[in-house]
């Protein structure tokens, strides 16, 4: 794996994405439509996830775009766009956002981190599968059905009864 400054084509990084209103279990109770919106964009706008999760309220992902490639903006613009118009109506909308025609679905920033060496591709990763424990929404890693954890483990790269280290901590996270 290879790992670039960031803004370079072909860098691999960190993302932690919101939804606007925190406490809220619209991607859990949507995960099948926000994979399918993230299958769309990935086969129109090609990169790799390493590792991801979804949370109720929250997702967090590890990319690596193509080798000529830096725009990881556009893809998660795309995946928001796509998943919010897919989705029932339902949720508060600011008047900011009314006046831009936006829904009030996401949080228009997210967070992202360049990866910069095998060591912090790995605490990432870890912190990826361990998030749902931390957030106390299983006891254990593989409990949670939307983690890209499960994948590791049939590749042998975690046992199935890996809990991970709860304090690991990445910025962007609440």
């Not at 997702?59 to 998660?76: G, K, Q, V």
């Not at 499960?150 to 042998?156: A, M, S, V």
Request: aromatic content about 12%.
């Amino acid at each position: 794996m290879r790992y670039r400054r960031a803004n370079v084509p072909g860098a691999t990084y960190f993302f932690t994405v919101n939804l606007a209103e925190r406490k809220n279990r619209l991607l859990v109770n949507n995960a099948e439509l926000l994979k399918e919106v993230i299958r769309q964009v990935k086969s129109a706008h090609p990169f790799e996830i390493e590792a991801i999760v979804i949370l109720p309220d929250h997702l967090h992902a590890i990319w690596t775009l193509p080798e000529n490639d830096n725009d990881f903006s556009t893809r998660w613009g795309l995946i928001k766009a796509g998943f919010s118009r897919r989705i029932e109506k339902d949720e508060r909308v600011s008047s900011s956002r009314k006046s831009k025609g936006e829904r009030g679905v996401w949080q228009r920033r997210f967070w992202e981190h360049l990866i910069r060496d095998e060591k912090d591709f790995e605490r990432h990763v870890d912190y990826v599968h361990v998030n749902p424990v931390k957030h106390g929404l299983v006891t254990q890693v593989s409990q949670w059905p939307y983690s890209s954890f499960h994948r590791y483990d049939e590749k042998g790269i975690y046992p199935e009864n890996w809990c991970g280290d709860l304090e690991v901590s990445v910025a962007g996270d609440e």
